[in-house]
């Protein structure tokens, strides 16, 4: 069965720095997807980056990027600048292509201190 | 806003009574997916159905059942509900082999 590892439970950055969440997954697939949604106190979940598995390059969205080791199974997100907005639960998720049910790692809380 | 939209946003019940969630997914896309994010359990999947038929199911309970109705809207049936049912569920949508999109979610509380 697939799993998704987050080990950090809390991440605290001060604004304008730069803030790295670690995710680990373990699949037996050659062709998936992984995620990182992002959930502000408003409990929305809100899709922050994607990364397909057979792609080499990192995904990239903004202020936002990943570090994507497929043989190591590591799926870290780079947040740069942080703002005070960025404060939210980071959840990584990974599908297998075609299945697309989302299998969730158990979150980090990332607050921002101004 | 996700295009995803859901109702109630807020239901509170007592144990034993049944309920029923409903999920509108963004236009266009056929598929719909069920979570629920509890405390303890974090966010588990549910079911999917595409196009009105169900594609695969998780973690549901023989209590809970759903469906996808011709306009492409899904309904989650609790019943004999009991308190660890309390929770926060999402309803996501998407197309073929694109990301989901979720809901705002309808918490749901027993009491």
């Known amino acids: 069965a697939q799993t998704v590892t987050q080990s950090q439970p809390e991440m605290s950055v001060q604004e304008a720095e730069t803030v790295t969440l670690s995710c680990t997954y373990d699949t037996s697939e050659s062709d998936y997807y992984l995620f990182w949604y992002k959930q502000p106190p408003s409990r929305q979940m809100i899709l922050v980056i994607r990364?397909?598995?057979?792609?080499?390059q990192n995904a990239t969205e903004n202020r936002f990027s990943v570090n994507f080791q497929k043989a190591a199974k590591s799926f870290s997100l780079k947040i740069s600048d942080s703002q005070l907005g960025d404060a939210a639960m980071y959840f990584c998720a990974y599908s297998i292509q075609g299945a697309q049910k989302l299998v969730f790692g158990q979150g980090t809380r990332l607050t921002i201190n101004p | 806003d996700s295009g995803v939209t859901q109702t109630p946003k807020h239901l509170i019940t007592a144990t034993g009574q049944r309920v029923t969630l409903r999920c509108s997914p963004r236009?266009?896309?056929?598929?719909v997916y069920w979570y629920q994010q509890s405390l303890d359990q974090g966010l588990q999947f549910l079911i999917h159905?595409?196009?009105?038929?169900?594609?695969a199911k998780g973690n549901i309970l023989e209590r809970f059942s759903a469906q996808q109705f011709p306009d492409l809207h899904s309904e989650l049936n609790l019943s004999s509900l009991e308190l660890g049912d309390s929770a926060l569920y999402f309803c996501a949508s998407s197309s073929e082999n694109q990301p989901q999109h979720f809901g705002d979610g309808t918490r749901l509380s027993i009491l």
């Open positions: 990364q397909e598995a057979y792609k080499q």
């Open positions: 236009s266009g896309d056929l598929s």
């Open positions: 159905y595409y196009n009105g038929e169900e594609r």
